[in-house]
């Protein structure tokens, strides 16, 4: 069973940073598009962004769209989702996915998942 490993989560005061990283051991991220979901506390799992397998398009909800940003080095076989300007609504559990299809629509066609990483903004 093919699993991905988030890190980088914590505790951060607000206008602070983090930068999230989504590993593959064992397997090759760069065959697949990736996304991050986020699951704030009794709340719904969301998809806030995703990165196609080429990197030529990304895809950011809303809620964080400025202040985040995703990259991939497939070199090092990681996605990244870099935080900036955190607030206390970003506090959640950020799981990443590979995922099937990433459009401007969202990510779509989740397949591997992560465990995810705690995330807390608070001063």
């Known amino acids: 069973q093919k699993e991905l490993v988030e890190s980088g989560g914590g505790l951060v005061q607000p206008g602070g940073s983090l930068r999230l990283s989504c590993a593959a051991p064992?397997?090759?991220?760069?065959?697949?598009?990736v996304a991050w979901f986020r699951q704030p506390p009794g709340k719904e799992r969301d998809g806030i962004s995703c990165?196609?397998?080429?990197?030529?398009?990304?895809y950011y909800a809303d809620s964080v769209k400025g202040r985040f940003t995703i990259s991939r080095d497939d070199a090092e076989n990681t996605v990244y989702l870099q935080m900036d300007s955190l607030n206390p609504g970003d506090t959640a559990v950020y799981y990443c996915?590979?995922?099937?299809?990433?459009?401007?629509?969202?990510?779509?066609?989740?397949?591997?998942w992560g465990k995810g990483t705690l995330v807390t903004v608070s001063s």
């Open positions: 990165i196609t397998k080429s990197a030529d398009m990304t």
């Open positions: 996915a590979t995922v099937w299809r990433c459009s401007g629509h969202g990510p779509q066609g989740m397949e591997y």
């Open positions: 064992g397997f090759t991220l760069d065959y697949y598009a």
